[in-house]
């Protein structure tokens, strides 16, 4: 049972463009929503991650956008550049469960120039 | 600084032969640990986690083992390799706080 659902699976834009990324989770015990970001051949990093009890967060050029009721929440990267491309994920963790991510199945995006 | 260390970075070995992969953190003490496996171009999918010495919880049932005989040690383990063991395997740590933090993996190709 995949509790965060990750859309889409790949995703193609323009240099400048701001690709979107979505993922809706079920569990309202999830505490913590990461966003992580993996080149190819490399372990993710983390890139930028909210507490529900805030609606956006932004760092450089990159924003969560998170709604609680809708128990959604997307990644909004600005001005996209070439070395934006990589495979995004995103998470939620449930503090309670021995702090183990639910990951989401991965956006792999490309950038072009 | 946290650091963690993981090798070897690739392996190719025959299937029926055993392995073990090691995973080492730096900088900081009784972390919980994780072993990941990624399939290409799939998910992560957790295969282990540890939070103390000697606790190991297995997440899916496979050929695969993990151990942990130090605090900052982690390692994954098999008796006999199968194809399907193939794969990008990733060690990750957090401690208290919520962030994971990733190995640089290692990509094993069972022959």
């Known amino acids: 049972q995949q509790q965060v659902k990750q859309s889409p699976q790949s995703l193609i834009v323009q240099k400048g463009g701001i690709p979107i990324i979505n993922c809706a989770y079920e569990?309202?015990?999830?505490?913590?929503f990461p966003w992580y970001q993996q080149f190819p051949g490399k372990g993710p990093a983390l890139l930028i991650a909210?507490?529900?009890d805030v609606s956006e967060k932004k760092e450089g050029r990159f924003t969560i956008s998170f709604n609680k009721s809708a128990k959604q929440f997307s990644l909004h990267i600005m001005d996209s550049q070439p070395g934006d491309s990589a495979t995004y994920f995103c998470?939620?963790?449930?503090?309670?469960?021995?702090?183990?991510?639910?990951w989401g199945l991965g956006t792999s995006l490309a950038v072009n120039p | 600084s946290q650091t963690i260390h993981q090798w070897p970075a690739t392996l190719v070995q025959p299937v029926g032969s055993p392995l073990s992969l090691e995973c080492t953190v730096e900088?900081?003490?009784?972390?919980?640990l994780y072993w990941y496996r990624q399939a290409a171009g799939r998910g992560l999918q957790l295969l282990f986690y540890?939070?103390?010495?000697?606790?190991i919880s297995s997440e899916v049932p496979q050929n695969l083992s993990a151990s942990r005989p130090q605090d900052r040690q982690f390692i994954l383990s098999s008796k006999k390799l199968l194809l399907s063991d193939s794969g990008f395997y990733l060690c990750?740590?957090?401690?208290?706080?919520?962030?994971?933090?990733f190995g640089s993996g290692t990509r094993l190709t069972v022959v």
């Open positions: 900088g900081t003490s009784n972390p919980n």
């Open positions: 569990n309202t015990a999830f505490d913590y």
């Open positions: 909210i507490r529900p």
């Open positions: 998470a939620a963790l449930n503090a309670g469960n021995n702090r183990k991510l639910i």
């Open positions: 990750a740590w957090n401690r208290g706080g919520y962030g994971y933090t």
């Open positions: 540890s939070v103390g010495i000697g606790q």
